[in-house]
């Protein structure tokens, strides 16, 4: 069984700051992928980034990055210079051989002014 | 090309009642999903179809929920006699297949009063 847990309900930042969400995760395969998905009042789930388990690598997109530790089972989103935008629910899953995707309760990040 | 579509975008039923809910994925993808989202927590898998058929339809709660997408493309979930526990938000993704991306569709939020 794969499990994701995502232990911060709520977290706050200034616009323009730097802010690190939280993830750890468990599954018993050796090859398996990992996301992060933000979901805005308008319910659309988004992907923001995405990470391959077999890439050491940290995957990058733009404003938001992962740090990825495999050993310890963690997948921490970073998102640099926030903006109001960002201000969503932000959900860890993953997904293995299996296809289907497991994911945590999400947080909700709230980008101040 | 065109995302994700869902219809209808809210549908509020009577308990007991027939439900129909309709998924329209992106165009090419051969993997759908559907995922069950509640309040305050993050989409729990219900079904997932390679093509035309069901390949794993394991996170359907009981016998009053079927799917189908009898062409390999638009999928209708059913719900019979629906109660109000059944209500929730009703997501659906498709892909290119095994761990390709999931790209979401806006969901359709279902109350049952």
């Known amino acids: 069984a794969q499990t994701v847990t995502q232990s911060q309900p709520e977290m706050s930042v200034q616009e323009a700051e730097t802010v690190t969400l939280s993830c750890t995760y468990d599954?018993?395969?050796?090859?398996?992928?990992l996301f992060w998905y933000k979901q805005p009042p308008s319910r659309q789930m988004i992907l923001v980034i995405r990470?391959?388990?077999?890439?050491?690598q940290n995957a990058t997109e733009n404003r938001f990055s992962v740090n990825f530790q495999k050993a310890a089972k963690s997948f921490s989103l970073k998102i640099s210079d926030s903006q109001l935008g960002d201000t969503a629910m932000y959900f860890c899953?993953?997904?293995?051989?299996?296809?289907?995707?497991?994911f945590g309760k999400g947080i909700t990040l709230s980008v101040r002014p | 090309g065109a995302g994700v579509s869902q219809t209808p975008s809210n549908k509020v039923t009577e308990k007991g009642k027939y439900v129909e809910l309709r998924c329209d994925p992106i165009?090419?993808?051969?993997?759908l999903y559907w995922y069950r989202q509640s309040l305050g927590q993050g989409p729990e898998f219900l079904i997932y179809?390679?093509?035309?058929?069901?390949?794993?339809d394991s996170g359907l709660p009981n016998d009053r929920f079927f799917a189908v997408r009898p062409e390999g493309s638009v999928s209708t979930l059913k719900i019979q006699r629906t109660e109000r526990g059944d209500s929730a938000v009703y997501l659906c993704?498709?892909?290119?297949?095994?761990?390709?991306?999931?790209?979401f569709g806006p969901g359709t939020r279902l109350t049952v009063l």
């Open positions: 993704a498709s892909s290119r297949g095994g761990t390709d991306t999931q790209y």
């Open positions: 599954t018993s395969e050796s090859n398996y992928y």
């Open positions: 990470q391959e388990a077999y890439k050491q």
């Open positions: 899953a993953l997904t293995g051989a299996n296809s289907k995707l497991t």
């Open positions: 165009s090419g993808h051969t993997a």
């Open positions: 179809f390679q093509g035309t058929g069901a390949a794993d």
